[in-house]
């Protein structure tokens, strides 16, 4: 049966840089074919609609992912070259997966492209996610959707995910969790009347 995988999704922009962003493609057991659901607004979408290709990205760096989800600069991230797309693969990943738009279907509210892999990779094992390393990755998620949640919920929310975080996270992980506390901080206005 197919599942969502979240992973990090690599594309060329048309300047030729990289746009890294987050992904969760619906995957075939098999892991042959992907389902991308991109929002039609986001680069990832404009990018795959117009190269049709892209490296899907499986790690267990927590830092790769808030980086990613909220668009941060990443002064360590590094690249390895493609062998079958134009694109890079990155290099703090665990496996990597090229693959080529087969069709788009864009009569829902989000496109759907179909994509096979032409190209795989490994570089290291994954070694998963603990619960501190599972409560940023929710934390991130919430970081994505300030637009739709009032600062008392989101508030709450990270202070429950921070008590684990507290509890379990290694140095580096508690510092990868104060980012996205700044993040929110930075990025969530007060409102005047919380729901």
């Not at 290694?170 to 009347?193: G, L, Q, W, Y």
Request: hydrophobic share 40%; with cysteine; aromatic share 6%.
């Amino acid at each position: 049966m197919p599942q969502i995988i979240e992973g990090i999704l690599t594309t060329r922009n048309e300047d030729g840089t990289t746009n890294v962003a987050p992904m969760g493609p619906i995957v075939r057991p098999d892991w042959t074919e992907f389902v991308f659901r991109p929002f039609p607004t986001s680069v990832t979408y404009h990018n795959l609609k117009r190269t049709g290709q892209g490296v899907f990205h499986v790690t267990d760096d927590v830092r790769l992912i808030v980086e990613a989800a909220l668009d941060l600069p990443s002064p360590e991230r590094e690249f390895q070259p493609t062998s079958r797309v134009e694109g890079e693969v990155l290099a703090q990943t665990c496996r990597w997966y090229e693959v080529e738009v087969q069709s788009i279907d864009e009569s829902g509210q989000r496109p759907r492209m179909a994509a096979r892999v032409v190209a795989e990779g490994r570089i290291r094992d994954f070694c998963g996610f603990n619960r501190a390393k599972h409560a940023i990755v929710e934390a991130t998620i919430l970081a994505t959707r300030l637009h739709l949640l009032t600062r008392g919920e989101v508030d709450r929310q990270i202070a429950m995910l921070g008590v684990t975080v507290e509890k379990t996270a290694s140095p580096e992980d508690a510092e990868v969790f104060e980012i996205v506390r700044r993040f929110v901080r930075e990025h969530v206005p007060p409102t005047p009347i919380e729901a």
